[in-house]
């Protein structure tokens, strides 16, 4: 089945160098959704946003039918309401810089493939990747292919997609086990906390699943400095 495609320029990335541009025609797979056809193209669904057929919107699920004129917009940028992640093992910085912002991001370095979709196919969630073929897989609903590489500049990637900023709650979450910190009295830290942040801080935090606690200190102040080198964070 002959139809001819054109992508918009933020999908160019995706996309054999001599397809870029311009429109091109491709020989698609016979009963070939357009999901299929797009994918075997090189753009995974996660990143493909209105999709207009002879003129007319598409979902999908169509079938592309011979001489089919297909355009393909990017994913648009918006406020999501449902803002719980999972980050691939290549995207550790990204996943502790979103956890520092307060939202919940599973992130392992030994996660397969296998567990990130089954993550996003029952939890329903956001799955970050720079693997365009794992963005590919049906149980994939939701999520974004990262572009950049330090976590910073991916942080600010992610922001923008997502609307993150309204939704930020800095230093809510514990870095190590993604669990929502809970207040904790002076006293109830004393034995566990040096004597002289003990006087210097009367608030603290600690964590109900490795009981850690946190207070703000020089740390605290370093990672708050990193957050707002990419992201608007209140003092």
Same mark, same amino acid.
């Given at each position: 089945? @002959?139809?001819?495609?054109?992508?918009?320029?933020?999908?160019?990335? #995706?996309?054999?160098?001599?397809?870029?541009?311009?429109?091109?025609?491709?020989? $698609?797979?016979?009963?070939?959704?357009? @999901?299929?056809?797009? !994918?075997?193209?090189?753009?995974?669904?996660?990143?493909?946003?209105?999709?207009?057929?002879?003129?007319?919107?598409?979902?999908?699920?169509?079938?592309?039918?011979?001489?089919?004129?297909?355009?393909?917009?990017?994913? @648009?940028?918006?406020?999501? +309401?449902?803002?719980?992640?999972?980050? =691939?093992?290549?995207?550790?910085?990204?996943?502790? #810089?979103?956890?520092?912002?307060? #939202? =919940?991001?599973?992130?392992?370095?030994?996660?397969?493939? !296998?567990?990130?979709?089954?993550?996003?196919?029952?939890?329903?969630?956001?799955?970050?990747?720079? =693997?365009?073929?794992?963005?590919? $897989?049906? !149980?994939?609903?939701?999520?974004?292919?990262?572009?950049?590489?330090?976590?910073?500049?991916?942080?600010?990637?992610?922001?923008?997609?997502?609307?993150?900023?309204?939704?930020?709650? +800095?230093?809510?979450?514990?870095?190590? $086990?993604?669990?929502?910190?809970?207040?904790?009295?002076?006293?109830?830290?004393?034995?566990?906390?040096?004597?002289?942040?003990?006087?210097?801080? !009367?608030? #603290?935090?600690?964590? +109900?699943? $490795?009981?850690?606690?946190?207070?703000?200190?020089?740390?605290?102040?370093?990672?708050?400095?990193?957050?707002?080198?990419?992201?608007?964070?209140?003092?």
């Amino acid at each position: 089945m @002959k139809a001819v495609f054109h992508f918009h320029s933020h999908l160019w990335n #995706f996309l054999d160098r001599e397809k870029r541009e311009d429109a091109f025609e491709y020989d $698609c797979a016979r009963a070939a959704t357009l @999901k299929n056809a797009i !994918e075997a193209l090189g753009v995974p669904h996660t990143e493909v946003g209105a999709v207009r057929v002879n003129g007319a919107p598409a979902t999908l699920q169509r079938i592309v039918r011979e001489g089919d004129s297909i355009e393909v917009e990017t994913a @648009k940028s918006g406020s999501d +309401p449902d803002l719980r992640f999972v980050a =691939d093992a290549h995207l550790g910085g990204l996943a502790r #810089f979103l956890r520092m912002l307060g #939202f =919940d991001t599973l992130h392992r370095n030994a996660y397969s493939d !296998e567990e990130i979709r089954w993550l996003a196919e029952t939890q329903g969630r956001i799955v970050l990747t720079r =693997d365009r073929e794992l963005l590919k $897989c049906r !149980e994939i609903a939701r999520g974004a292919y990262v572009h950049a590489l330090k976590p910073e500049a991916q942080l600010r990637e992610v922001a923008e997609r997502y609307g993150l900023e309204a939704h930020a709650r +800095p230093f809510t979450l514990c870095l190590a $086990c993604n669990l929502p910190l809970q207040p904790a009295g002076r006293n109830a830290v004393a034995e566990r906390v040096p004597p002289a942040v003990l006087e210097l801080h !009367e608030s #603290f935090v600690r964590c +109900p699943g $490795c009981n850690g606690v946190f207070w703000p200190g020089s740390h605290y102040r370093r990672m708050l400095s990193a957050l707002r080198s990419s992201f608007d964070v209140p003092r």
